[in-house]
């Protein structure tokens, strides 16, 4: 199907795409077309105008200021995945953009579009939301910047309004007590999430003083799993302590969890959500890691189970639900 007629305007600044956005309701803007594209050949999405940003130079990049990591807008998650810069603040962040789609989707997908379509099965959603990252919001008046946990508000909704643009994110640098990692059940073909989970932990002493675990995939928008976060502080980080605080997760969720497709019921989302998270917990604290062959210990790091061609959620091996301890084996 085509998409219904629509004219095409092209800006070259923040500030023309900003007074293009206000000449021209309705319109929508344009960066890797990953989302948007679809949506307008399926019709879902009926455009009278689109404004292309993808030439906007002030938007792209990374940098890193005082602790702070901004990433423009624009940036791609290839960009992200091979920035030296983010593997050292924030591996997390390589991680998870080295698992996204494949390697067109990678090279053209924004980070930006990413968060402003909010579609609950993407993964920077629920992993920023984890980081306490801020979406920097520019409109006529100024710009904004809005809480990761404030900015997602519902299916596809963010508190983005129509006339403004998202300039960039800004995520705080990890710290040396900070360990933070994210893990997905991919969908087999697109590796969106059928459900991922982010942790940070601070570990202070032998113990969790902090912690911040978000869920996405299987709920309108991320999650932020409260009861596990508050079994998992003031104890240490073993085995037994992140399978009952993981577990906790049941009690965070809704009713609202996701059931109708094909591929994932809600009820056995809501028994590999725990999955996840614990999964993601014994990475973070090195309870797990992986051999990839190359004779080294590669945790943390470029390690490579987290939606790329892994595959320990579907084939024989179940490896939801039992604690038959072989997370980060063998995958
Ligand atoms: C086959 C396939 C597999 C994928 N797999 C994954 C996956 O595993 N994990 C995952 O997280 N994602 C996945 N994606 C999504 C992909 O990574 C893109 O990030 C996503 O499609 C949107 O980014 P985009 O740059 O293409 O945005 P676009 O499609 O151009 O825009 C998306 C929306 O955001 C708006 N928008 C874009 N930029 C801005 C801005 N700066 N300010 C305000 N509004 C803006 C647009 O108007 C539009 O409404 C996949 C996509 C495809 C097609």
């Given at each position: ?105 990678r090279n053209r997908g924004t ?98 003083t902090a912690a911040s675990v ?118």
């Open positions: 199907m085509f998409a219904t007629d629509f004219e095409y305007l092209k800006a070259t600044s923040v500030a023309q795409a900003i007074q293009l956005l206000g000449t021209n309701p309705e319109a929508r803007l344009l960066a890797g077309g990953h989302s948007l594209i679809p949506l307008m050949k399926l019709r879902q999405v009926r455009a009278p105008a689109v404004i292309d940003i993808g030439g906007i130079d002030e938007l792209r990049g990374i940098s890193i200021n005082n602790g702070t990591i901004h990433i423009g807008a624009l940036t791609t998650h290839r960009e992200i995945e091979t920035s030296p810069e983010i593997a050292q603040a924030c591996h997390i962040m390589t991680e998870v953009a080295g698992s996204i789609g494949d390697p067109q989707v980070i930006g579009g990413n968060v402003v379509h909010a579609d609950p099965a993407s993964d920077w959603p629920t992993v920023l939301t984890a980081l306490r990252a801020e979406m920097v919001v520019q409109g006529r008046r100024g710009a904004r910047n809005v809480p990761a946990a404030e900015f997602f508000t519902g299916l596809l909704e963010t508190s983005i309004a129509s006339t403004e643009i998202l300039t960039g994110i800004e995520v705080p640098r990890l710290n040396q007590n900070q360990l933070a990692e994210y893990a997905k059940m991919a969908h087999p073909a697109t590796h969106f999430a059928v459900v991922g989970g982010a942790v940070v932990v601070t570990v202070e002493g032998g113990r969790c978000v869920v996405g995939g299987l709920v309108p928008m991320p999650l932020r799993a409260r009861s596990v976060e508050t079994a998992l502080v003031g104890q240490e980080l073993t085995m037994e302590n992140i399978t009952a605080a993981a577990e906790k997760i049941s009690i965070d969720l809704g009713s609202n969890v996701f059931g109708d497709s094909v591929f994932a019921s809600a009820d056995f989302r809501r028994m590999v959500v725990g999955v996840e998270v614990k999964h993601a917990l014994f990475h973070a604290v090195g309870l797990a890691h992986h051999d990839d062959g190359d004779g080294h210990d590669d945790h943390g790091h470029d390690h490579d189970d987290h939606g790329h061609d892994h595959d320990d959620h579907g084939h024989d091996h179940d490896d939801h639900g039992h604690d038959h301890g072989d997370h980060g084996h063998n995958h």
